[in-house]
């Protein structure tokens, strides 16, 4: 099975305008477990991997929850850069982890997603977080991160802006989209504070001197 946002036909031959379309769009080539994502555009969940189980949760639930977080980001900025979405999620054993493209997201979760309700969130917050940089991030960034030069590292000292607005939309989704109640979001909030406290750093490195760093 292919999984991959770029367009592609039954005789599986894949379309892309250049070589950046091309790199932009990851393709997994294997069994997954596909579900429609019921959302206003079109968007599918493939995952890979054996979920654990047990647990309150299971995967017709997550795509159903990531159908209310699409339609509201979508609804925050106005319009979708892309027609459709590919949400992949590889589960394997602590695994955790997410690169965003133009039009799809690869994700690493563990298998135990469903056991808790703070695991569950915990992957829908991943989820919302990488689509959420499809606009913020690989539509609205600095330039290195819009014109690349693949010969050469792309530094700025803006990637705070990049990750840290979508490091506070992923979870606020969750809210607004009501996959939350208010009391979760407010005790996630809690504890980054918590942890920034206790961060000695940022005291002693600014925000785009952490940016430029990374």
């Not at 367009?7 to 091309?22: H, K």
């Not at 918590?194 to 005291?203: K, M």
Request: charged letters at 25%; hydrophobic letters at 40%; glycine letters at 6%.
């Amino acid at each position: 099975m292919l999984t991959t946002g770029l367009a592609w036909d039954p005789t599986t031959r894949l379309a892309a305008a250049s070589i950046d379309e091309l790199y932009d769009h990851p393709i997994h080539i294997g069994t997954t477990r596909t579900y429609v994502v019921p959302a206003k555009l079109p968007c599918r969940l493939a995952i890979w991997g054996e979920r654990a189980p047990g647990g309150t949760f299971d995967e017709s639930k997550l795509a159903e929850d990531l159908g209310a977080i699409v339609d509201d980001h979508v609804a925050r900025f106005g319009e979708a850069p892309f027609p459709n979405y590919t949400f992949l999620v590889m589960l394997a054993h602590e695994a955790y982890g997410g690169l965003e493209h133009r039009a799809s997201s690869v994700n690493l979760y563990n298998p135990h997603f469903a056991a808790t309700r703070k695991s569950y969130e915990g992957l829908l917050e991943l989820l919302s977080h990488e689509l959420f940089h499809a606009w913020n991030g690989k539509r609205i960034a600095p330039r290195p991160l819009l014109e690349f030069d693949y010969t050469r590292e792309a530094y700025t000292p803006c990637l705070w802006v990049m990750e840290g607005l979508t490091s506070h939309y992923d979870r606020f989704a969750l809210r607004t989209s009501h996959r939350i109640p208010a009391k979760s979001l407010l005790d996630k909030v809690l504890d980054d504070w918590a942890r920034l406290q206790a961060t000695p750093g940022r005291a002693k490195q600014s925000l785009e001197q952490a940016s430029f760093d990374a």
